[in-house]
């Protein structure tokens, strides 16, 4: 009854955030940051979907996310001079295209388990992002198709023109997504998908198929990364063959698992701290993909759980004595006296080395 009750306060005070988010930060570049966040944080849900609740590690994720938005961008620019309302649906219509996409690949990826899925889905990113390119008709090239997001007249004064009503939209979806992830992870589905995870050999014996438990996980997944990329989609107002391509697929893996796979809000944590690196921090140095890259490394070692399992941690300890927190300090200071020194040391050789 009192996790219950836990469980509600936490989901308030998240919508509660995400409803005055745009009144801290009213800027439009900080807005359009937020957008970024609120679309990343559903395509690394979906995807610890994957990994942290079923154990399959993908490389491909972004093919659903990106065949969504390439589906997103036709279907606004064919409703073009219609109702804005209309807007609202081009999600759902990218979960509808990322949800059938995730049936013919989740057919061939889920048979198999482990090392082979995930070279599979290695070879079918590669193979969409490679086949985008071969049909410029549909996937328009290198340059990708545009669109816009205005479809029409306002309609009581909204026309998705303006970045904060963008945000209030992705806000909306990312509300809705995140409580309908999260209430399958409490379904019979959810939690057969953790036996499958620890165990697929026992959950067989018990009577599941653990083929078939990925296949609908995997198809779930697809659906929700279909609704991040058409936001995602919808936020630019363009689709590209970047979207498909596995650098993206890469950044959605790190971001989960920076954030903490072993948790429901780690990658919504991750996501924060990824997007933030690439669009804060790419503002002031070229090499912030090596800080992330180096961020996940010291995360693989000394924090395999993530931000999120470090939070966990520390909510855990009952009472914060100094005993228990001198150590801790101590260390992050350590740590970060280190990261300083070190960004420091990389940043002088390469303005030295670039000449700049």
């Given at each position: ?60 994720h ?8 390439f ?18 649906l ?42 985008a ?18 479809l ?9 023109a ?6 209030y ?39 599941y ?19 991040g990329?058409a ?23 790190l ?21 933030l ?6 503002t ?49 200071a ?23």
């Amino acid at each position: 009854m009192k996790k219950r009750l836990t469980r509600k306060w936490i989901w308030l005070a998240f919508a509660l955030v995400l409803l005055a988010a745009p009144w801290v930060f009213p800027q439009s570049a900080a807005l359009s940051l937020l957008s970024q966040c609120g679309s990343m944080m559903i395509l690394a849900l979906s995807f610890n979907m994957l990994l942290g609740q079923t154990g399959m590690l993908s490389f491909g994720h972004a093919v659903y996310a990106g065949l969504a938005a390439f589906a997103a961008v036709h279907v606004m620019n064919r409703w073009a001079g219609g109702s804005p309302a209309a807007l609202a649906l081009v999600p759902l219509v990218g979960g509808c295209a990322g949800l059938l996409c995730g049936a013919v690949f989740g057919f061939i990826t889920t048979r198999k388990s482990g090392t082979a899925l995930s070279m599979i889905s290695l070879a079918l990113v590669e193979l969409v992002a490679a086949g985008a390119l071969m049909l410029p008709g549909w996937f328009g090239g290198e340059s990708g198709i545009s669109t816009d997001r205005v479809l029409g007249a306002p309609m009581f004064g909204i026309d998705f023109a303006s970045q904060l009503q963008v945000y209030y939209l992705i806000a909306c979806w990312l509300f809705v997504s995140a409580a309908a992830m999260y209430g399958l992870t409490r379904t019979p589905l959810g939690r057969i998908a953790n036996a499958v995870r620890d165990n697929p050999e026992r959950a067989a014996f018990i009577g599941y198929d653990p083929r078939r438990v990925r296949y609908l996980m995997f198809m779930l997944s697809a659906f929700f990364a279909g609704v991040g990329g058409a936001l995602t989609a919808i936020n630019f107002e363009i689709a590209s063959a970047e979207n498909l391509g596995l650098l993206r697929s890469a950044q959605i893996l790190l971001f989960t698992f920076i954030g903490g796979a072993g948790y429901f809000f780690g990658p919504m944590i991750g996501a924060l701290v990824g997007v933030l690196f690439s669009g804060l921090l790419s503002t002031y140095t070229r090499g912030w993909q090596l800080y992330l890259g180096l961020l996940f490394v010291i995360v693989v070692l000394f924090a395999p759980g993530g931000i999120a399992g470090v939070l966990v941690r520390l909510a855990s300890v009952r009472r914060l004595t100094l005993p228990f927190l001198l150590p801790f300090l101590l260390r992050s200071a350590a740590l970060l006296l280190l990261a300083g020194g070190s960004v420091f040391l990389i940043e002088m050789l390469y303005r030295r080395t670039a000449g700049l």
